[in-house]
């Protein structure tokens, strides 16, 4: 099992910058993939960053050359740093990892708005 604990949704305005963090406990294995999704209200959840443990990164295309994911292997965790935000950038954000399986974070609500 592995639990995911998320932090660092909120409120901001638009053009602001929000720092999503997660934590990933319990059995982690050495190959792995975490990222982030979000799901919108009325909306699919879609995948806004995720990368692999060798470093590697893959972006929605709505969000590339704004947000940026990073990861401390050390530390089991990921951020995604979140900038020049827009109000169809909001919704819910949920922290998510794979190796054999998956698993999700209880998410984070981020609202753009002015």
């Known amino acids: 099992q592995v639990q995911l604990v998320e932090s660092g949704g909120g409120l901001v305005q638009p053009g602001g910058s929000l720092r999503l963090s997660c934590a990933a406990s319990?059995?982690?294995?050495?190959?792995?993939?975490m990222g982030w999704y979000r799901q919108a209200p009325g909306k699919q959840r879609e995948l806004v960053a995720v990368?692999?443990?060798?470093?590697?990164?893959n972006y929605a295309d709505s969000v590339k050359g704004r947000f940026t994911i990073s990861r401390d292997n050390a530390k089991n965790t990921v951020d995604l740093q979140m900038n020049s935000l827009k109000p169809e950038d909001t919704a819910v954000y949920y922290c998510?990892?794979?190796?054999?399986?998956?698993?999700w974070g209880q998410g984070t609500q981020v609202t753009v708005s002015s």
């Open positions: 998510h990892y794979t190796d054999s399986y998956a698993y």
């Open positions: 319990g059995r982690i294995s050495r190959f792995n993939i």
């Open positions: 990368s692999g443990s060798s470093g590697s990164a």
